[in-house]
């Protein structure tokens, strides 16, 4: 998140305990399915800032590692409301160049 916060984001929103799988199932006992938890962070950046988070993200966790750092990904929204003041925040402390 610090790098996250570095690169022009102003916050997350973190979920614990997701659920999840990945290319193989891990079963076991009794045959059953087992998910571990994770956390799920999502990140909301200005579109002008989104490519930069991203990468700075997936740099700063070892994305493309091995299989087990995690992912990240990229989704645009259409509208997000009651962000004006943190955009005013984020131009004073990091301006677009």
């Keep these: 998140m610090d790098a996250a916060?570095?690169?022009?984001?102003?916050?997350?929103?973190?979920?614990?305990?997701?659920?999840?799988?990945?290319l193989e199932k891990v079963i076991g006992i009794f045959g059953l399915e087992i998910l571990d938890p994770r956390a799920v962070i999502m990140i909301l950046a200005e579109a002008r800032r989104a490519d930069h988070v991203l990468n700075v993200v997936t740099e700063a966790g070892n994305l493309d590692e091995s299989l087990g750092t995690g992912i990240a990904i990229q989704l645009d929204v259409d509208k997000a409301l009651g962000l004006s003041e943190h955009i005013k925040k984020l131009e004073m402390k990091h301006p677009l160049n």
Excluded: F
Excluded at 5 to 22: D, L, S, V
């Design 5 to 22: 916060r570095e690169a022009g984001a102003t916050g997350a929103t973190i979920i614990n305990n997701a659920r999840g799988e990945g």
